[in-house]
């Protein structure tokens, strides 16, 4: 920032804290009150981009006037901020403003950043502040890592402070790291201003006792750690280390304590370790069977963090087993994901929280359809246009609160036009189509009847029978599934996928049917369709959530490593589609319908020679990254 620039921001500031402080004449304000700090607030829904992709801000939160601090970088980003705002090292530790000095690495878009310029401007002016919804709390301002929130030390810490005669205790699977824990503590209450540190009665290595009442002990894992203690905020760290001998009667014996209180709180963080006692309670909390709220942070979320970095630290740790243990949040070690980190974080980018909608004709039927949920950009009025096709692809199970019986539903859809740039290994123009999830049914109380009958009424009713595809496994019920519907009307032999149910068969039979080899085949063939976005997986709460424990366990076959994974071999269920001729013959009947437009004039310049990105229809250059409309495509939000 030249110092003619600096001189203009000066007086502008200058100028919009001379009308604030008219403004807010009536306001007691005082910056060095964080009590004081938000003066109005505004409900608000957008996406901001973060270190883990899009996540979304619900609230801005007006400030009260605080000074202004100039931050420049040597990769030329430029921030104006408070001085408690938050900002990240190479490592991810926070750190306040007022702290940095020039010549500080800070995190940015493009990775770490020296600090080129700091000053305090002395100028207050209000501020804003975002509320992300997502664990980490962090996004970009001007392309800085910035964080909205505290972390649990400092959760742990304001809840000493600003309460009376409560107790809290941390407890960890070793002395050492209690003690640790509790150093920690000590630390953010000696950083804090003298008007917010508190009489200190007791101050030991593993306690501290503040005159307000409230205490915090810190202690090692043991049977009765809890016992006699009656506790208000419990923090348990390394939870799934704990003694596996004892485990199982520390819980029994310490969670009443603290469940007794209508104001206990419990946070538990572990690194996963085999099937215990943290495996059943973070599983729990993912159904929603318990009141816990279940936060999962991978290693490659994590700037800095890439395939070389994970390759770097297996050799030092030994093993991939331990690498999956200690970064992998993989219960069991010697599991192997199905997908990789590059395609993990594609889908996380493109992840959507899927919701329920009323549909008429379902609606006026006894069917409990209240588990069938839709991007929220998929419009079911427009499943009849030209051009619309769609797969559905399902799973069957008893239907008693057991394994769940799914419909996972895919839209046929053009890629992103900048993906079709970058293809040049192509024969048809179904190398250039992708299939994209827009709606989930999930549901482990439904017979099969009622489930033919909710697939029927999808199928004539809202996508039309000549515009589905059905892939169904065979392995359990899938014949009288098949049998049951095709006797209805309107329905035919055609509108399922066919494949060879065995490696010497020579016909083809509707559905899948699975055995080892061709569960394998078809499970890399999914890494394969998802790494070139020929299959993009959106649904957050359950599709997701496999993939993230789908893996080659030691048996040698793939499956879910917690929970189950019913939804995800929904998705094995469409390379049946790619294996043959079906996906092609589904985008020709497509690509037919559809009337000219910029993809399918893209798609015909590109499979006759010509570069799309070049020419539109009347010859005359254009630039295949913006629609008529004039947005960019980023993403596969706007082919839904």
Not at 9 to 35: A, C, G, M, Y
Not at 443 to 463: A, G, M, Q
Request: charged share 25%; glycine share 6%.
């Amino acid at each position: 920032m030249t110092l003619l620039r600096r001189y203009l921001k000066k007086f502008i500031l200058r100028t919009i804290s001379l009308i604030e402080r008219i403004e807010n004449r009536n306001l007691d304000l005082d910056q060095n009150d964080p009590s004081k700090k938000v003066i109005r607030e505004h409900d608000i829904s957008a996406e901001i981009l973060s270190d883990t992709g899009l996540v979304r801000a619900y609230k801005y939160l007006e400030t009260q006037p605080y000074d202004v601090w100039f931050l420049e970088t040597e990769n030329g980003l430029r921030l104006e901020c408070a001085d408690i705002h938050i900002l990240f090292d190479p490592h991810l530790n926070e750190v306040w403003v007022k702290d940095l000095r020039e010549g500080d690495l800070i995190m940015t878009e493009s990775g770490p950043s020296r600090i080129t310029y700091l000053e305090n401007t002395r100028i207050p002016v209000s501020m804003v502040d975002l509320s992300i919804d997502h664990p980490n709390h962090r996004y970009y301002t001007n392309g800085i890592l910035s964080h909205n929130s505290i972390t649990s030390s400092i959760i742990l810490v304001w809840y000493l402070l600003f309460n009376h005669d409560k107790n809290a205790m941390i407890l960890a699977n070793v002395g050492d790291t209690a003690e640790e824990l509790m150093d920690k503590i000590k630390h953010i209450i000696k950083g804090l201003p003298f008007f917010l540190k508190p009489g200190m009665q007791v101050n030991n290595v593993m306690s501290m006792r503040f005159d307000n009442g409230c205490r915090i002990l810190a202690k090692t894992t043991t049977k009765s750690s809890g016992i006699g203690f009656t506790i208000h905020f419990l923090y348990m760290d390394e939870f799934a280390h704990i003694n596996p001998n004892f485990i199982e009667a520390f819980f029994r014996s310490t969670y009443p304590t603290v469940s007794s209180s209508k104001v206990s709180r419990i946070i538990i963080t572990s690194t996963p370790n085999g099937m215990n006692k943290f495996y059943e309670l973070y599983q729990q909390a993912l159904e929603g069977k318990n009141s816990f709220n279940p936060i999962r942070v991978d290693w490659w979320q994590v700037p800095g963090r890439d395939e070389a970095w994970r390759q770097r630290e297996i050799a030092n740790l030994g093993s991939e087993e331990l690498f999956n243990q200690e970064y992998g949040n993989q219960f069991l070690s010697s599991s192997t994901l199905l997908l990789g980190s590059n395609e993990l974080k594609k889908i996380k980018r493109n992840e959507s929280e899927f919701s329920w909608r009323e549909i008429d004709c379902l609606h006026d039927t006894e069917i409990n359809y209240e588990n069938l949920t839709w991007h929220s950009k998929f419009n079911l009025d427009e499943c009849d246009q030209p051009g619309k096709r769609f797969v559905l692809s399902i799973d069957l199970s008893e239907g008693n609160k057991g394994d769940y019986s799914v419909v996972n539903i895919f839209k046929l859809s053009p890629l992103p036009k900048q993906i079709i740039e970058k293809i040049n290994d192509f024969e048809d123009e179904s190398d250039f189509f992708s299939l994209i999830q827009v709606g989930l049914f999930r549901e482990n109380n439904i017979n099969l009847e009622d489930l033919i009958k909710l697939v029927s009424i999808l199928i004539l009713k809202v996508f039309g029978p000549d515009r589905v595809k059905i892939a169904l496994e065979m392995n359990y019920k899938g014949d009288m599934f098949y049998e049951k519907l095709t006797s209805k009307d309107d329905f035919y032999d055609e509108m399922f996928l066919f494949t060879k149910h065995t490696e010497n068969a020579k016909v083809a039979k509707p559905g899948i049917k699975y055995n080892e080899k061709v569960k394998m085949k078809y499970c890399e063939m999914l890494r394969s369709l998802v790494r070139k976005d020929r299959i993009i997986i959106t649904e957050k709460k359950y599709t997701v959530l496999e993939l993230f424990t789908f893996g080659l366990n030691s048996r040698g076959t793939y499956s879910a490593q917690s929970g189950h994974d019913d939804v995800a071999m929904t998705l094995v269920n469409l390379s049946g589609l790619f294996d043959g001729y079906d996906f092609g013959q589904l985008v020709g009947e497509a690509f037919d319908e559809i009337e000219d437009s910029d993809y399918k004039n893209i798609i015909i310049n590109k499979i006759e020679g010509l570069n799309g990105s070049e020419i539109d229809t009347e010859g005359n250059p254009k630039n295949p990254y913006v629609t008529k409309e004039g947005k960019s495509y980023k993403d596969f939000s706007g082919l839904v």
